[in-house]
RNA sequence: GGUCUCGUGGCCGAGCGGCUAGGCUGGGCUCUGCAAAAGCUCCUACAGCGGUUCGAAUCCGCUCGAGACCUCCA
């Protein structure tokens, strides 16, 4: 499938409607998703971005489109809620844990890498840390500066987002009104320095005790809140770039921020696609950090925290994930995944004895149509549930053919494979288990006499001999299925 | 309080004016020595109340309920 024959629409948050996809300098496409700030292990919550705009990145590519995907890792910034002195939480971490912070960030961004990769979530074309684009980061609060639309303040350098909202649109992304946002906005510690309580830092002054600080024109500090994303994917994507995304919590004011502080420094709009996947809840709500009503991944592979079950392969979370549209709260529960987790399995099997499937004369089940159904869910706005529900019918074909009901010629099991096998791998990025893997060459041969033992049993009517067989290889976990070919088995 | 989103069968989750996904679970049947697997099949739906329409889960209004953002958050 090229570009030309295709008509991906995806949903825009700015105009919040479904557009059609037109990158700005087609076939390139740029793509800047905001990553996780590293200072702790990365939990469900986190996987969600990480699959969503996988999905994405994975479909443009098949697509044919050569797609530059940026993804920041957030290793300084972002001040504690509460914290008078504007401590980062990296600061706050490694002063806490005695560490340099540099190790803490290093620590948890390796983690958060090793979890997404067992996700199968590609790394993305680049991964750049804020602390290394530092420089970058006052360059753009000078412009801004320079254009007129900051101010200083004791040494921090402060947005002026009503003077900005004169000429330009502050809420445009959000739906946000100013003035009524300045005449609702809560009392908040720590914002006596700011002419207005809508003002964001661009540039924090750091103080005396504060570990992570650079030295600037406007002494020594550190950049402000939202000041990364916008340095970084100007510098990789360029002032005006095709998609960004990130969860919908940073919705407002990350992204709100991040437009005021391109136009403000730039002049242009810097996103053409703004994307949001939404959140996954637990009981109903938002689990995330602050709650603390989080499950690390790494508690989901090893099933350690009380709230789950079962420990759950990465592939059964991955796909779970995929299983809901990337714009729709998923709730978690150890029903759905359990739900999930047989799915996935269903779905596996259906891979493996497709592979082995015969063609016939005949034929039928049209899969040229299938195929387009395939592609029409990915088109609309990367509709992930129908895919993977006209990938079940395909499973019940497959099934079918195997068992003799209905027949598949040449042509069409050849299409059949391919196309299963890549909306399957390739597009939703599911993996076989290592598990099914496993087992060995050595284990392969031995279940294999075992299962010649049981068969000649059988044709001796020693069901004694033959269920003992079976039900001591199922005890270690071998699932034996007996068919018209013989008996086959599985881990 | 402001802005916004959502309420679908036992569970999860699509659809978003007519043709009523899919997965998991439960019941029945077929196949099989039995079982598993697989196939077929059945049962529970569109929060409530009005309205628009020939026709609404889908559009509009109200009520009730849940959630998100307004503060760091994926």
Redesign the pocket.
Known sequence: MSIKENKLQLYNSLS?KKEVFEPIKGPHVGMYV????VYGDA????A??GIAFDLIFRYLKHLDYKVRYVRNI?DVG????DADHGED?IAKKARLEQLEPMEIAQYFSDRYIDNMDALNVLRPSIQPRASGHIIEQMEMVSKILDAGFAYEAKGSIYFDVVKYNKKHNYGKL????IE??LE???D?DGQEDKRE?VD?AIWKNASPEHIMRWNSPWGSGFPG?HMECSAMSTKYLGEQFDIHG?????????HESEIAQSVAANGSEPVKYWMH?????ID????????GN?ITLDEFFTGSHKLLAQAYEPMTIRF?IL???YR????F?N??L???Q??YE?LM?AVETLDKLKASDTNDFDVAQWNRKCYSAMD?DF?S??L??HL??A??II??V??G?LKINTENLELLKTAFNSFTFEILGLRKDEKSQSGGELSAKLIDIMLKIRHEA?LNKD?AT??QI?NQLTDLGV??????EGAEWQL
């Open positions: 919040r905001c990553g996780p700030t939990h469900l919550g986190h969600r971005p957030t972002h001040l504690e809620n939480k959000s739906g946000r009104n009524d946002v609702n906005t809560r908040l309580s964001f809140w990130g969860g919908l919590d940073l919705r407002f004011p990350h996947n939404n959140m996954v809840t109903g709500q938002k689990m995330g950090k602050s709650l989080f779970f299983q809901a549209h729709s709260t998923v709730d529960s029903e759905a359990q739900a999930s047989k799915g269903k099997n609309d509709n549930p129908i993977i529900a079940f019918d499973v019940k099934n079918s195997k068992d009901k059988k069901w033959a269920d079976r699932q034996i299925k007996d068919t018209k």
